[in-house]
């Protein structure tokens, strides 16, 4: 069943909407967009460059590129934008270029048409449009990795010597971004591509050298720096536990430590709308298979199956390493690819299949339009209603169900991407009453004397809390890790703390099972189960001294 037909420009335009829809009017999000965005708030005034910080000590993670990057755009454009919005525009723009090289590489390897059907497909995968709606490094690193494999390939294939050497300056960027991470994702579609290329390599050693300079150069150059300014406990916290502690799984205590076949289930979520399609492609008979003449074209398709199954084997072959969805986006332009080739020629049951998905697709955005999401601060409800955008896009989706009729990759990516422009309107509001910190840092902060500002600690190591208060407040918490030190400062006998932030009533109970007496200045909840406190010794204005338990849901 040939699928493959031109997308209309209308459709296309649709697709890169969804880029920027919604990364503007909102907060950041929990797990990682607030520690995200308060690390790259405070290099923008200048607080740290080789080591970024975070709670005003160094946060050694991954290389600063990225940071960097966010900084820069907080800059430029703080009189118009949010310090959030700034560094989400990083993850948008990321993914739009990575678009543009996903369809430059298909229009060049297997033509026009298959270029157009690989961004259509990208753009609409859930998982690439959650990606560059999302404060994160991953979608930088997806750039990184897309340009280093894409332009390599379109430098050795077309003989152009300087898109060879940009993507070798990607693939050193891409260290840069995330480390070694980004050079194991490389390893089977750079080996695919040397394999395939090793003449046209060796045939012009100087610019083989110059390629390698490029590559090695920017990273040697900050670890160097690195080295140098941090320390060798900090060059050790990185080095080891950071980057090959997550492979081996000597870094457990980091946490997101998952099985083998991890991605395995996750992987075709994340793909969606296009998961047939690949099925599809993997499951048709021999007697199907559209017979290509050996040259470019074939070498794409091998090169993103080299890029895409490769690279889930890398990150799937450790039995105890770290595995979390973001690091799954560097490989779907390559899945991408790989089905807009499947799309091409698929079984008879793949085009309904994919049509009964765009009309779930289209269902949902109409039924939304007359029930309206709701959060009383406690608990979520449907209300109904009438929300006349929402009402339009869903006409629109019906709209291009009837109009594309016969043409399932057309189709089913316009209504894909209507569905992510509804819910890049309709979600953000009421999420971000759920998932914001802002209203429960300004409760506490408000509960905090000017003159104790730089005298609050947090008890538990708690990114996240140490972040939201960064970002919103400008306060920094250190963490307290030793229980006696928090004992003093509820008995008002700590020289440099007078309060302290509990994000975690447990981590409270845990550490100080009998505390002394102590009194709650202020409790404030975010989402529908987590409420923080600010606690202090009894002396003062204090309405509650207590040393009683404090029930953490109230």
Known sequence: MKTNSAIPRWVIALCL???????????????????????????????????????????VEKPPLYYWIAALAIRALSPVASGATAVRAVSAVG????????????????????????????????????????????????????AAVLLLFR????????????????????????????WALLLFPWGFLFLAYSRRIFRRPLLAAAAVLLLLGPPAAWMAAFRI?????????????????????????LGHIKGPFYYLWLAPLLLLPWTPALLGGIFRRRGTVETRPKSGRGNLIRLAAAWGLGGLLILSLSLSSTKREVYFYPLLPAFALLAAAALERLPRWSGPVLSSLAAIFGSTI??????????????FYLEAGFAPMTAVLGAAAVWAFLRLRGRPTARTAAIAALFYLAAGRAAPPV????????????????????????RVGLLGLDETTQAVFYYYAGITLPNLRDPERARKILEGKDGEFNLIVVPRWEDFEQTLGDPPPYRVAARARKGPRRVFYLIGPPEGNSAAPTGGPVNPRK
Request: no cysteine.
């Open 431 to 454: 999420l971000n009453r759920i998932w914001s910190y802002r209203d429960m840092t300004e409760t506490l902060t408000a509960a905090i004397p000017p003159e104790s500002r730089d």
């Open 229 to 253: 300014t941090a320390g060798p406990e900090l060059w050790r916290q990185w080095f080891l536990d950071n980057q090959i502690g997550r492979f081996s799984g000597e870094s457990a205590h």
């Open 155 to 182: 430098g050795l294939s077309g003989g152009r010597p300087l898109e060879v050497l940009a993507g070798f300056l990607a693939a050193g960027l891409a260290f840069l971004t995330k480390g070694f991470v980004a």
């Open 366 to 379: 109409i039924f939304f339009a007359f029930a309206i999401p709701r959060w009383t601060g406690e608990k």
């Open 17 to 59: 909407a969804t880029l920027f829809v919604g990364i503007g009017g909102r907060e950041p999000w929990t797990p990682d967009e607030p520690r995200e965005t308060a690390i790259a708030a405070a290099m923008a005034r200048g607080e740290g460059f080789l080591l970024p910080r975070l709670g005003g000590t160094p946060f």
């Open 95 to 146: 993914a739009g270029l990575t678009l543009l090289l996903t369809w430059a590489a298909g229009r060049d390897g297997r033509g026009r048409g298959f270029g157009a059907a690989a961004l259509a497909v990208l753009a609409t995968m859930y998982g690439f449009f959650r990606a560059g709606h999302w404060i994160i490094i991953d979608p930088l690193l997806m750039l990184f990795t897309s």
